[in-house]
C-alpha cells in the first residue's frame, strides 16, 4: 500500500473536517480582528481610548507578531533540546536510531527526525516539534529507561505515534498558524487536540502492533504495564461510555488512555497480550 493511502487509512475520520472547521473559525476570527482594527479610528472617542480600543490594539498587535513570535517559539526550543538532552545516533542508542530510520522510511517522511533522550524529572512524556528544517521527537528518561530494558515494544509504539505528528503535520508552522486563535477556544481546542491524539495512535500501532504495553504504562503508571491484565483493560474501555465519562474528556487534550487502547485494538491494530479468539469473542458482544 503507498505511503498516501497508509497515511489517510490512519488518519481518525473525523480529524480532517474538525481540522477544516477549525480554520474556517480561525479565519473568522483574523477577519474579525482585521476589521475592527479598521473601524477603531472612526469609533467615537470613549470606545478608542476605553478598555474596547485597547483589546483592538492588543489583538491586532498579537496579530502582526503572530508569526515572529512562533518562529521564536519553535526555534528556541529545539536549541533548548539541543542544550539540554543527549542525540540518538548509530553510537548513541544505535538500535532505537535504527528504528526511527525504519519508521519515517515507512511514513514516508521527507527528512529524517531527530531523536533525544531528556530528563524528564521523573514524568512519563514524549513529544514531536519542528524548526526550521528539521524534525525531532523528545522521549522523557523515565519513560525511555523503563520502557528500553523492559518492553521494547512499548517505546517503539510511543516513537511511532510521535512520529505520527510530524508525518500528519501537526508540528508545522503552516499547521500550527491555521489554527492558532480557533484551537485557543475552550473545548474546541481541546476536542481538536483528542483526534490528533487517536491518529497518530494508529501510526504506532501500524508500526508496532505488539507495542500495546506503551499506553498501558501511561494508564497504570511504572513497572506494572507487564502485569496489568490486557483482556480486562479492554473490557474496562468497551464500558466507558455514559454522559458523566463524556462530560470529563471534553476539556482534556489526550483521550482517556483506556479508551486509547480499546479503539486501537477494536481497529485491529493492536494485537499483543490478548488471545486472538478472546478478543474477537469480546468485540462480538
Same mark, same amino acid.
Given at each position: 500500500?503507498?505511503?498516501?493511502?497508509?497515511?489517510?487509512?490512519?488518519?481518525?475520520?473525523? &480529524?480532517?473536517?474538525?481540522?477544516?472547521?477549525?480554520?474556517?473559525?480561525?479565519?473568522?476570527?483574523?477577519?474579525?480582528?482585521?476589521?475592527? %482594527?479598521?473601524?477603531?479610528?472612526?469609533?467615537?472617542?470613549?470606545? @478608542?481610548?476605553?478598555?474596547? +480600543?485597547?483589546?483592538?490594539?492588543?489583538?491586532?498587535?498579537?496579530?502582526?507578531?503572530?508569526?515572529? $513570535?512562533?518562529?521564536?517559539?519553535?526555534?528556541?526550543?529545539?536549541?533548548?533540546?539541543?542544550?539540554?538532552?543527549?542525540?540518538?545516533?548509530?553510537?548513541?542508542?544505535?538500535?532505537?536510531? *535504527?528504528? $526511527?530510520?525504519?519508521?519515517?522510511?515507512?511514513?514516508?517522511?521527507?527528512?529524517?527526525?531527530?531523536?533525544?533522550?531528556?530528563?524528564?524529572? +521523573?514524568?512519563?512524556?514524549?513529544?514531536?516539534?519542528?524548526?526550521?528544517?528539521?524534525?525531532?521527537?523528545?522521549? $522523557?528518561?523515565?519513560?525511555?529507561?523503563?520502557?528500553?530494558?523492559?518492553? @521494547?515494544?512499548?517505546?517503539?509504539?510511543?516513537?511511532?505515534?510521535?512520529?505520527?505528528?510530524? *508525518?500528519?503535520?501537526?508540528?508545522?508552522?503552516?499547521?500550527?498558524?491555521?489554527?492558532?486563535?480557533? &484551537? *485557543?477556544?475552550?473545548?474546541?481546542?481541546?476536542?481538536?487536540?483528542?483526534?490528533?491524539?487517536?491518529?497518530?495512535?494508529?501510526?504506532? %500501532?501500524?508500526?508496532?502492533?505488539?507495542?500495546?504495553?506503551?499506553?498501558?504504562?501511561?494508564?497504570?503508571?511504572?513497572?506494572?504495564?507487564?502485569?496489568?491484565?490486557?483482556?480486562?483493560?479492554?473490557?474496562?474501555?468497551?464500558?466507558?461510555?455514559?454522559?458523566?465519562? +463524556?462530560?470529563?474528556?471534553?476539556?482534556?487534550?489526550?483521550?482517556?488512555?483506556?479508551? *486509547?487502547?480499546?479503539?486501537?485494538?477494536?481497529?485491529?491494530?493492536?494485537?499483543?497480550?490478548?488471545?486472538?479468539?478472546?478478543?474477537?469473542?469480546?468485540?462480538?458482544?
Amino acid at each position: 500500500m503507498s505511503t498516501p493511502a497508509v497515511g489517510k487509512r490512519l488518519r481518525h475520520p473525523a &480529524e480532517m473536517p474538525f481540522y477544516v472547521f477549525m480554520v474556517v473559525l480561525n479565519l473568522v476570527i483574523i477577519w474579525l480582528i482585521l476589521q475592527a %482594527a479598521i473601524t477603531l479610528p472612526v469609533l467615537p472617542e470613549r470606545l @478608542r481610548d476605553g478598555a474596547w +480600543g485597547t483589546a483592538v490594539r492588543s489583538a491586532f498587535l498579537g496579530l502582526l507578531l503572530l508569526i515572529p $513570535a512562533l518562529v521564536v517559539i519553535r526555534e528556541t526550543q529545539r536549541a533548548s533540546v539541543r542544550g539540554s538532552a543527549v542525540q540518538l545516533s548509530r553510537h548513541q542508542w544505535g538500535d532505537l536510531y *535504527r528504528t $526511527a530510520d525504519d519508521f519515517a522510511h515507512r511514513l514516508g517522511l521527507p527528512r529524517r527526525p531527530t531523536i533525544y533522550l531528556a530528563n524528564g524529572n +521523573g514524568t512519563l512524556n514524549a513529544f514531536a516539534a519542528q524548526a526550521t528544517g528539521h524534525d525531532y521527537v523528545v522521549l $522523557a528518561n523515565e519513560l525511555f529507561v523503563n520502557l528500553r530494558e523492559n518492553n @521494547r515494544d512499548g517505546l517503539r509504539f510511543i516513537l511511532g505515534h510521535e512520529l505520527g505528528h510530524i *508525518r500528519l503535520h501537526h508540528v508545522s508552522l503552516w499547521y500550527q498558524l491555521s489554527v492558532a486563535y480557533s &484551537e *485557543r477556544i475552550p473545548l474546541l481546542g481541546p476536542a481538536l487536540s483528542r483526534l490528533r491524539e487517536y491518529s497518530c495512535d494508529r501510526h504506532g %500501532a501500524h508500526l508496532c502492533p505488539s507495542g500495546a504495553s506503551g499506553l498501558v504504562l501511561l494508564t497504570s503508571g511504572r513497572h506494572t504495564e507487564h502485569t496489568t491484565d490486557l483482556e480486562q483493560l479492554l473490557r474496562q474501555g468497551r464500558a466507558l461510555r455514559g454522559f458523566w465519562v +463524556g462530560l470529563a474528556q471534553l476539556t482534556r487534550s489526550h483521550p482517556f488512555t483506556v479508551r *486509547r487502547i480499546e479503539r486501537l485494538f477494536q481497529l485491529g491494530l493492536l494485537h499483543a497480550g490478548v488471545p486472538e479468539r478472546s478478543a474477537k469473542e469480546d468485540f462480538a458482544t
